[in-house]
């Protein structure tokens, strides 16, 4: 059930980017987990880096456009992610899952894992292949948000699904967040290092905040194709709409925040056992 939403929202690059284009824009902080994953990984440009659940291959293009010169691949489940990557100079972009991932052992001297790994039904299970596909020494990045990121947005959209009978048993759930990640880590790979960011999305008219709604909608069960979506478009927009005319000079403030936990993978420390 939840695999099928997760494809729905991952089947093209748009609500993806009007996420991270909202981000990028309505933050209260400058808002820039990029610039954290590099500051974290002190890259020396000649690494063999993997993107794991690279979405539009953003930081991939990046990092080429800033003459990074070791091979770059991006991983990916959503073909139209994995075609984005692909059509990136200088990136290669594989079809694969972070469970499965479709590499020989240390395969890579850097891995990246942003915004993705909640998604998994065992993160622990994408962890210990992160651990494989890594060379002794080598370095792993995982990005994930704190609990219940962007509270106020998020129940806006269960609240109008809800009405149309779409019921908390079609939410996508999120499986890590910044508060269960570090001991995740740490028992895969021992010493974890954690940078924490807390911000806030703001917003003081009701477009862009009904446009960011709108992306998360898959999420919570309302698909592209979903026969009352427009309805609940209609509906969102209404309601978001009369909070700003009832609340005159406000703006609605949306709490969030991630890590960025990296730690040095090294093969000889205690290696986990292989189940779960
Ligand atoms: C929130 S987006 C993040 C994209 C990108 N890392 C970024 O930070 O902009 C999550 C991405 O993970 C991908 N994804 C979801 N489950 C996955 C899995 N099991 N293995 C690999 N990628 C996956 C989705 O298709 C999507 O592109």
Redesign the pocket.
């Known amino acids: 059930m939840c695999s099928y939403r ?1 494809h729905a929202e ?1 089947a093209d690059s748009t609500p ?1 980017k009007v ?2 284009d909202t981000h990028e824009r309505y933050s209260e902080q400058p808002d820039d ?1 990029t610039a954290d994953v590099l500051a974290a990984l002190d890259l020396t440009g000649t690494e063999h880096l993997a ?6 291959a ?2 991939l293009a990046q990092l080429a456009g800033s003459g990074h010169q070791g091979p770059l691949v991006g ?4 073909p139209a ?1 994995v075609a984005a990557a692909n059509a990136v100079p200088g990136v290669r972009g594989v079809y ?4 499965r991932i479709p590499f020989d052992d240390n395969s890579f001297d850097t891995v990246t ?4 790994l909640y ?2 039904a065992n993160p622990v299970a ?1 962890l210990r292949e992160f651990r494989r596909t890594t060379k002794p020494g080598g370095t792993v990045a995982v ?1 994930v948000n704190h609990p219940g990121t962007c509270p106020h947005t998020t129940e806006l959209v269960a609240a109008h699904a809800a009405t149309y009978g779409i019921g908390a048993a079609e939410t996508v759930t999120m499986t890590v967040d910044s508060d269960t990640l570090p001991a995740l880590m740490s028992d895969v790979f021992g010493e974890v290092r954690i940078r924490r960011t807390d911000n806030a999305l703001v917003f003081d008219t009701p477009d862009p905040l009904v446009r960011f709604a709108e992306a998360l909608f898959s999420f919570y069960g309302v698909t592209p194709n979903h026969p009352r979506r427009q309805a609940i478009l209609n509906d969102l927009r209404e309601d978001v709409e009369d909070w700003f005319a009832h609340h005159p000079g406000r703006t609605w403030r949306d709490p969030k925040g991630y890590i960025v936990a990296t730690t040095v993978v090294d093969h000889q420390g205690s290696a986990p056992a292989a189940s779960t």
């Open positions: 997760l991952y993806l996420r991270i987990p993107d794991i659940g690279c979405g539009d953003r930081f991983i990916d489940t959503s992610m694969g899952s972070a469970d894992a942003r915004h993705m998604h998994l994408a990005v």
